[in-house]
């Protein structure tokens, strides 16, 4: 059973979302997992999600499900947080931050909730101030993936956000044209 979305908060991925990226990113993983809990890494082609591949990052599961590193970020996810964190982990690049600890831990366990349960779910959050810019609103679909053992082991995310207003906004403040 689907929670219902909400402004923001973490609920159980909504298949017919109001996210045009989320549905057809939902769509593809839904089709190719078939009536399987989730489909295989090697059956995910870039190539069929050319026009979302700026909103995608791909995030593996290390030992116990205590921390994800981040194997693939879009551009446009790389744009939003001002740096790319591709290697890192999520306890690393948010441990470097003002996130309060019990906050990132909370992010990890919507992590491990998502390959532990392999479950979709999706986790909306507010507009705000973070590294000294301000950041719009964002939408996030995280995706389970099985490794080639059939576990769950890493998690396709598309991370969205009103882009036309970001690029808008990182103009206003002298960062140039971002593209």
């Given at each position: 059973?689907?929670?219902?979305?909400?402004?923001?908060?973490?609920?159980?991925?909504?298949?017919?979302?109001?996210?045009?990226?989320?549905?057809?990113?939902?769509?593809?993983?839904?089709?190719?997992?078939?009536?399987?809990?989730?489909?295989?890494?090697?059956?995910?082609?870039?190539?069929?999600?050319?026009?979302?591949?700026g909103w995608l990052s791909i995030l593996e599961a290390l030992p116990g499900y205590d921390d994800f590193r981040y194997r693939l970020l879009g551009?446009?996810?790389?744009?939003?947080?001002?740096?790319?964190?591709?290697?890192?982990?999520?306890?690393?690049?948010?441990?470097?931050?003002?996130?309060?600890?019990?906050?990132?831990?909370?992010?990890?366990?919507?992590?491990?909730?998502?390959?532990?349960?392999?479950?979709?779910?999706?986790?909306?959050?507010?507009?705000?101030?973070?590294?000294?810019?301000?950041?719009?609103?964002?939408?996030?679909?995280?995706?389970?993936?099985?490794?080639?053992?059939?576990?769950?082991?890493?998690?396709l995310m598309a991370f969205t956000f009103d882009w036309s207003s970001y690029r808008?906004?990182?103009?206003?403040?002298?960062?140039?044209?971002?593209?």
């Amino acid at each position: 059973m689907n929670a219902p979305a909400t402004e923001t908060g973490v609920t159980l991925a909504v298949p017919d979302s109001d996210n045009a990226v989320h549905a057809a990113i939902h769509a593809y993983w839904n089709a190719r997992r078939g009536d399987r809990p989730m489909p295989k890494r090697s059956e995910m082609r870039p190539s069929d999600l050319k026009a979302h591949l700026g909103w995608l990052s791909i995030l593996e599961a290390l030992p116990g499900y205590d921390d994800f590193r981040y194997r693939l970020l879009g551009s446009r996810v790389t744009a939003y947080f001002g740096s790319d964190g591709t290697g890192y982990t999520l306890r690393q690049i948010y441990g470097l931050t003002s996130v309060k600890p019990e906050r990132l831990d909370d992010l990890v366990r919507l992590h491990r909730t998502v390959c532990q349960h392999a479950v979709p779910m999706r986790l909306r959050g507010e507009a705000g101030v973070w590294g000294g810019r301000r950041h719009p609103k964002f939408d996030s679909l995280y995706l389970p993936l099985a490794n080639d053992s059939d576990e769950a082991m890493l998690i396709l995310m598309a991370f969205t956000f009103d882009w036309s207003s970001y690029r808008r906004d990182s103009e206003a403040i002298g960062l140039g044209q971002v593209s």
